[in-house]
């Protein structure tokens, strides 16, 4: 039973590390989806103002037509009245239209400034790896498994080859057998 249980204890805090690591990978990707469809809906208040800034236009050409030609009919347009009213209407109608594609854009840059925010928020690799480590030790606590007093000082590797990056042939044990 004695030596059952390191194995048991390598076991438990391995499966911590690895349900850690799945949960931030798991967090990274949704608060990345989260992102997008942010991002989505931005460029979709883009395109939706600027067709109702396109329609609001159409509109108003239309109905500024048919008062000229009302206008006309009447014989208004050499009036100076007629044309101070038709001016301040135009500038209106500018005015109506510059507000419907600014309100859009306002809100396509609120919503890609909160895809910003979601995307900073995930937890970053580094983090997932400390809690992952975290767990692991927890896990391998939990089963019984126990660490030397002397923290990693009493480990020692041998037969390092440096080729790029460390590779130790042989590792010694680390606390109690």
């Not at 039973?1 to 590390?17: D, E, H, K, T």
């Not at 009245?81 to 859009?104: I, P």
């Not at 910003?116 to 809690?131: E, F, H, Y």
Request: glycine fraction near 14%; charged fraction near 20%.
């Amino acid at each position: 039973m004695a030596a059952a249980l390191p194995f048991i204890a390598i076991a438990g805090a391995s499966a911590a590390a690895v349900s850690s690591l799945m949960s931030t990978g798991q967090q990274r990707q949704v608060g990345a989806a989260q992102a997008r469809a942010l991002e989505m809906e931005a460029s979709v208040a883009r395109r939706q103002a600027g067709m109702e800034e396109e329609a609001l236009r159409r509109d108003t050409q239309r109905q500024f037509g048919e008062l000229r030609a009302a206008g006309g009919q009447a014989g208004l347009l050499d009036s100076v009245t007629f044309g101070d009213v038709y001016k301040q209407a135009a500038t209106a109608a500018e005015l109506d239209a510059l507000s419907l594609a600014y309100q859009g854009e306002t809100q396509a840059r609120g919503l890609l400034i909160e895809a910003r925010i979601t995307r900073a928020a995930r937890p970053s690799w580094v983090q997932g790896i400390l809690q992952a480590g975290a767990a692991g030790m927890g896990g391998y606590a939990g089963a019984g498994g126990t660490l030397p007093k002397g923290g990693a000082k009493s480990s020692q590797l041998t037969g390092v080859q440096v080729t790029g990056r460390r590779v130790p042939t042989t590792m010694t044990r680390i606390g109690p057998r």
